[in-house]
Every structure is written in structure tokens, then in C-alpha cells.
């Protein structure tokens, strides 16, 4: 499966506006009830079937990331309960009546994508778009798909359900942001009155809150754990470069090691890690490539010349003849955060050298 939406009609006007549908919005496959699909010539993109929508639907839930249903939304209902697993994992599930008037967010709405594909049919379609989540309603944000845009991530949804529900029901919310991007209030979304954005963890824990929401990438001290996670959403930004050098041949279980010790001796999450750099001869690094690969990390590679603009407190001759700059770890991370200083300078271990900065995020570095 190479698109990304399944949509799928059982009558006349509806494999109609499914097939309008396929043509407007990019990477969607069409599928037709063969009986009332004249017109629709299988071919990449459209499909016939000949079997109940129920036996149909299975193969679709595992293969798409949204499914639209030209149904009405008792018959979705129906259809789509045997295959519910996770509110992680379910696709986005959308239902358009057969003339397209009403286009309504389903399944997974905040998660999977439904409420923003709802919007974005609706305009294909000139349809009445029908989302009902608490926060969409409300005109807020929603606590699940905070720092979406950004790549942030939860360390954990176990308090997810009821630090969404202390949002919309108006109960008293602490918002704690220590470092990451800013801008994470969407568009045309107001903050509430009974939501108060925290300087510091004093002033969080002075706050009178029901609920609080922490934004950090450092890993909290015990004391905190204990007062605030029970009732907190921890989320990750990925606020941290690493400035890596290494002896050729290093392996990936090496470098692993020397990165998670030194997060650990920082006390700062390894869910935090935005990316790796160092130098451009370490393009074809197997062992910073397959690290880079387990974890999804980019990899930022600089020329001498860039390495040798950031002044450092201990060029190095050695490194020099290997790779024509003075410095790697340290000159790599800031070049790649944007930062004016390091969290931490180069530390040696084995054959492998490390450096830490903190991405700068809208002008205004972030420190703690």
C-alpha cells in the first residue's frame, strides 16, 4: 500500500463522489460495489469488490491511515466496531452521507488525523464538515496532539484521558514549557482562562492545579516525579543535538553506550535527541549510521571549513590531520543547535567523543 486513504461507496452517488474524491485529494484509493460501480474501470487507484463491506474492511483498518465511508454513520458504527484495538493505532475513520452533504470526523479524531481530514474533504466536497471532540468544540488545544507539528512525545498516555478531561471541563490546568518550540497553541485556538502557563517548577507547584502539562527534556528529580506525574502529561521535545566523533570502525553498541551514559549523567531524556552531527567524513560511519537508523535520528554532517569557523577551547593537531578541523563534537553541536554554548563540552570515552547543546528555538535559546 503506497496511498494513504481508502474510500469506499456501495451506492450510485456515493462511488460518484468517491471517485470525485479520489481525484481531489492526493493518495487515495477508491473502491466501488461492483454491482452499482458502472463507469469505474479497475485500474491503479480504483478497485471493485464484490463481497459484503464487512469482509472488506478488515484488510483496509490495517493497510490505510484514514478510511471514508460513504455510509451513514449508524451503518459505520456497525461496521467498525469489531475492528477497534487502540486509540494509537486505529486509522482515522470518516462517514459522508451519499449526497455529500455532511462529513463527519468518526474515529480517531485528535491521533489519527480524522478531525483535520474531516476539514479538508469537507472543503474538496463543499460539504458541512461535523467534528464533536470536546477541545475542537471549545476552540482550545488538545492535550494528545500537543507538539504534534513539532515531533514532540509523550513519555507516557497513561494520564493522558484525564489531564484532557480536567482541559475541557474548565478545571484548573498548569502548562510548564522548560525548552522547545513556542508556537504550539494551533491556529485560531485561544488559551483558556483556567489554564496558567508556569515559569519554573516553584511556581507549578505553588499553583492551585487539578492537572498539569510539563514540557521538558530533562528527566524529572524524584521529588517531583512523586508530586507531579500522577497527574501530569510529560512530554519530550526534541531539543538536543549531540556532537559525536569517533575512531573508524566504532560500533553502534559503543556509541550507544557513551550517548546513554552522558543523557543519564546530564539527567536529560533520550526521547529529547533531535539529531546527531559531526564531521563529513563520517557520512559512511556504519556504526553512526545504524544508531541514527534505530532511532530515528538525522544525521548533520559539516565540512572542515564550517567545523573550523566555532572557536573551541582545545583545537587538536591529531584531529586535524585525520580530518582537516580542529575540533569535531564540539564546533559539530553548536553548528547544528544554533546555540551559543554547550550543555555539555567534549568528554572523551573509548573511541568515542561527545558533546551537548540545546537546539535554539525561535530566537531565544533555551536554558534551565
Not at 460518484?16 to 469505474?40: N, P
Not at 491503479?44 to 465511508?69: D, H, M, N, T, W
Not at 550543555?343 to 568515542?352: A, H, P, Q, T, W
Request: proline share 4%; glycine share 8%; hydrophobic share 45%.
Amino acid at each position: 500500500m503506497t496511498k494513504r486513504y481508502a474510500a469506499v461507496a456501495i451506492t450510485r452517488n456515493g462511488i460518484q463522489l468517491a471517485r470525485q474524491l479520489g481525484e481531489r485529494l492526493a493518495g487515495t484509493d477508491v473502491y466501488g460495489y461492483a454491482k452499482y460501480s458502472e463507469g469505474l474501470v479497475e485500474s491503479e487507484g480504483q478497485y471493485l469488490f464484490a463481497e459484503p463491506v464487512k469482509e472488506l474492511l478488515p484488510s483496509l483498518f490495517s493497510r490505510y491511515e484514514g478510511v471514508i465511508l460513504f455510509f451513514s454513520l449508524g451503518a459505520v458504527v456497525r461496521l467498525i466496531a469489531p475492528l477497534l484495538q487502540d486509540k494509537k493505532t486505529d486509522p482515522a475513520v470518516i462517514a459522508i452521507d451519499e449526497r455529500g452533504e455532511h462529513v463527519i470526523s468518526v474515529l480517531s479524531g485528535h491521533l489519527g488525523g480524522a478531525n483535520a481530514l474531516c476539514l479538508t474533504i469537507a472543503k474538496l466536497l463543499c460539504s458541512h464538515p461535523v467534528i464533536t471532540t470536546a477541545s475542537d468544540v471549545q476552540g482550545t488545544f488538545a492535550v494528545d496532539l500537543l507538539g504534534q507539528a513539532f515531533a514532540w512525545r509523550a513519555d507516557s498516555f497513561d494520564n493522558m484521558k484525564s489531564v484532557s478531561a480536567a482541559l475541557v471541563n474548565g478545571e484548573p490546568v498548569a502548562v510548564l514549557q522548560e525548552c522547545g518550540e513556542r508556537g504550539w497553541l494551533p491556529v485560531g485556538a485561544t488559551l483558556p482562562e483556567h489554564v496558567c502557563l508556569c515559569s519554573s517548577v516553584a511556581e507549578l507547584l505553588e499553583s492551585p492545579f487539578s492537572a498539569a502539562i510539563i514540557v521538558t527534556d530533562r528527566l524529572l528529580e524524584a521529588p517531583e516525579e512523586s508530586t507531579l506525574l500522577s497527574r501530569s502529561v510529560l512530554y519530550r521535545p526534541r531539543s538536543l543535538v549531540l556532537g559525536l566523533g569517533c575512531n573508524r570502525g566504532t560500533s553502534e553498541a559503543e556509541l550507544e553506550a557513551v550517548v546513554r551514559d552522558t543523557l543519564n549523567e546530564l539527567k536529560l531524556s533520550l526521547a529529547s535527541v533531535r539529531n546527531i552531527a559531526t564531521a563529513q567524513i563520517k557520512g559512511d560511519e556504519a556504526g553512526l549510521l545504524t544508531l541514527c537508523s534505530k532511532y530515528g535520528w538525522e544525521l548533520a554532517l559539516y565540512t572542515p571549513e564550517q567545523l573550523n569557523t566555532i572557536p573551541i577551547a582545545n583545537p587538536s593537531d591529531t584531529v586535524f590531520r585525520a580530518t582537516g578541523a580542529y575540533g569535531v563534537c564540539e564546533p559539530a553541536a553548536l553548528l547544528s543547535s544554533g546555540a551559543a554554548d554547550w550543555l555539555l563540552r567534549k568528554k572523551k570515552s573509548g573511541n568515542v567523543t561527545i558533546a551537548v547543546a540545546r537546539v535554539l528555538f525561535d530566537g531565544v535559546e533555551e536554558s534551565l
